[in-house]
């Protein structure tokens, strides 16, 4: 503890912001870092408690608090009031490798759990961490670490979000030889193509990429593993199930979008989603089977996320124009910054439109920031839950997740173009209007309670509001099942990767009865599975596959793709080498 008497002497200061009038001309990050001396002041805040709960990423009532990577923030908020950037950034990898990104995304679970929150602001640890990698990459610490002994072993990491690059990251640094699959032109997953510019800017991930392959990493982007198999069950699949992924597909084709417009459901959105990845199939990118990782690779870990959008339940929407979901719709945004410059604006474009973001999120607020530098003539959040409350209820003390008002960069722009909050509380989508050309004009909205649990519309509250883009941001439903039927592992009820609880060990869709057969199969000569592209997984070859991130724990955080990546690296390299040294 540097300064004994910190937390009395200082204040709690973060890092200023761009005047919302300035940075919504442009899609470029807004924080302004602190000066060094300022930046020094907020470590020394830090108390080094007897029990730091910062770093105790626990789980009370039912919601994590503090860190899931455990960052040992109390030393390093201790190294930055001292200016001792290169131990800060020595204790801060210890646990986390990537703290560029964490620091500039993480909503900052260690500041609802810091103790000097409990009757005063907390400590600026997010801000902190932050300073720490930038600082660190400014002076050069940030140099290529090589393993100077290889393993032999080679493994493939199927996705490059936080979850599949904290995998590849660990695995490298052990000398094991790690080879990144990338659906995508770049990596990066959710933070490349989903979290907007503003939050987090691109070439941060590029530098990261840099310094990864540097390090001996390779990455294949642009590589769709499972989309042979997917071509082949596409083709066996049900007429139902074609015919809303092909309208889907056509109306994709005529806007622009990356995948298509809303579903009426989750097995229909889930039509929708392979329908797109079928046209990529049969286009763009190149594919690498299953089987061909399988026999390649001696361990393989299904990092592909959980980008499976819930749709929306409500009448003739899937053939009306101008309703997307909002990581299409992001991702659009994004290509158009990287393809034709920072003032571009994506396919799917907000200007002169009144927009309607159903889900009162995190994702609908950057769709409602995104939509304001668009210039949208208004922007309506719906939100299904009531509002809460702005102080903790005595029911949520420190230091359990604060369930309290957050006013997000978006509403507080929002606040400040339209002189109100975008959010309406409890509140649903109950239809839509449409123009003549099948575009849409308007939703009408009803109010919604709850009765046991379920959500029902409350008669006579209808509205008209305008709308000529919809953007559904109500949330995920799991993972895409192509890659997880490709590998043939077990998914749970979830629709995500089914693993033994706190284990990233794949279990084998594979029935018991059935696998037999399998072997018999095998035993008698013919090639199980080359007839529909699947790979002839069976319970034990799924031994070597692995799972991690969202695809394993359902859409959540960057810190817990991260937190994940790294335990299940651990448990990757103990069935490598018998054991493992991977903390
Ligand atoms: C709009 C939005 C904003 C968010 N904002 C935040 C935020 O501010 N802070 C925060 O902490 N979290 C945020 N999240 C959540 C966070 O981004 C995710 O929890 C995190 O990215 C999950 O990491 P992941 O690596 O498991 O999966 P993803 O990031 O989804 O990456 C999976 C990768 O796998 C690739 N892939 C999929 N299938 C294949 C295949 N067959 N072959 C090859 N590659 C494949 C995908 O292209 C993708 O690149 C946000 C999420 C969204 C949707
Ligand atoms: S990763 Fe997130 S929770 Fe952990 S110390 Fe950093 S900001 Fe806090």
Request: charged residues 25%; contains cysteine; negative net charge.
């Amino acid at each position: 503890m540097g300064k004994v008497t910190g937390f009395l002497d200082y204040a709690r200061e973060e890092n200023k912001d761009v005047p919302v009038e300035e940075r919504i001309k442009n899609f470029k990050e807004f924080h302004i870092p602190l000066t060094e001396e300022e930046r020094r002041k907020q470590g020394a805040r830090c108390m080094n408690c007897g029990v730091p709960f910062c770093q105790s990423g626990m789980k009370l009532a039912g919601m994590f608090t503090g860190c899931p990577l455990h960052n040992l923030c109390p030393e390093w908020n201790d190294e930055v009031y001292n200016g001792h950037i290169a131990h800060a950034l020595s204790r801060l990898l210890k646990t986390n490798n990537f703290p560029e990104f964490t620091g500039r995304v993480c909503p900052a679970l260690c500041e609802k759990a810091c103790v000097e929150g409990l009757d005063d602001a907390p400590v600026t640890t997010h801000d902190n961490e932050l300073y720490i990698i930038e600082k660190a990459f400014q002076e050069g610490y940030m140099q290529p670490r090589i393993p100077e002994v290889r393993s032999g072993k080679r493994v493939a990491v199927v996705g490059a979000g936080p979850a599949g690059l904290a995998v590849a990251d660990q695995l490298n640094h052990r000398g094991h030889s790690v080879t990144v699959f990338e659906r995508s032109d770049e990596i990066g997953g959710l933070l490349m193509y989903g979290i907007p510019n503003m939050k987090l800017d691109k070439s941060v991930i590029r530098r990261r990429r840099a310094l990864m392959e540097a390090e001996g990493v390779v990455f294949r982007t642009g590589v769709d593993v499972g989309r042979e198999t997917l071509a082949s069950a596409a083709a066996a699949a049900g007429a139902a199930g074609r015919k809303a992924g092909v309208e889907a597909g056509e109306k994709s084709a005529t806007t622009g979008s990356a995948t298509a417009d809303a579903g009426t459901s989750a097995d229909a959105s889930r039509a929708v989603t392979n329908a797109s990845a079928e046209a990529l199939a049969a286009g763009k990118g190149s594919a690498v089977t299953a089987a061909a990782i399988l026999r390649d690779y001696d361990a393989v870990v299904l990092a592909c996320g959980a980008k499976q959008a819930r749709g929306l339940n409500v009448p003739s929407i899937e053939q009306a124009h101008g309703i997307h979901y909002a990581v299409d719709y992001l991702t659009s945004q994004t290509k158009a910054l990287h393809e034709q410059g920072e003032h571009a604006f994506g396919i799917i474009n907000a200007k002169g439109k009144h927009v309607v973001i159903v889900g009162g999120g995190d994702t609908g607020n950057d769709c409602c920031g995104t939509a304001i530098r668009q210039g949208a003539k208004s922007v309506t959040q719906i939100e299904m839950m009531p509002e809460p409350p702005v102080e903790r209820a005595a029911s949520n003390p420190w230091p359990e997740w604060p369930k309290v008002l957050k006013v997000d960069y978006g509403q507080q722009e929002a606040i400040r173009v339209f002189g109100h909050d975008p959010r309406v509380y409890e509140t649903t989508v109950k239809s839509i209007e449409t123009k003549k050309d099948g575009s849409i004009k308007a939703v009408i909205t009803s109010k919604v309670k709850f009765e046991n649990r379920q959500m029902v519309l409350v008669e006579g509250t209808e509205q008209k509001l305008p709308c000529d883009l919809l953007i559904i941001a109500a949330g995920f439903t799991g993972c895409e099942s192509y890659v997880a039927d490709a590998f043939g592992v077990a998914l749970t009820e979830r629709h995500v990767v089914k693993t033994e609880a706190e284990h990233y060990h794949t279990e084998s869709a594979v029935k018991p009865m059935a696998a037999a057969q399998t072997a018999a199969a095998a035993a008698a000569g013919s090639k199980v599975g080359e007839k529909s592209g699947v790979a002839s997984t069976t319970a034990t070859n799924t031994a070597k596959i692995f799972t991690a991130g969202d695809m394993h724990r359902g859409q959540s955080l960057v810190v817990w793709a991260i937190a994940e990546g790294r335990a299940c690296a651990s448990e990757v390299d103990a069935y490598l080498m018998g054991y493992s040294c991977l903390a």
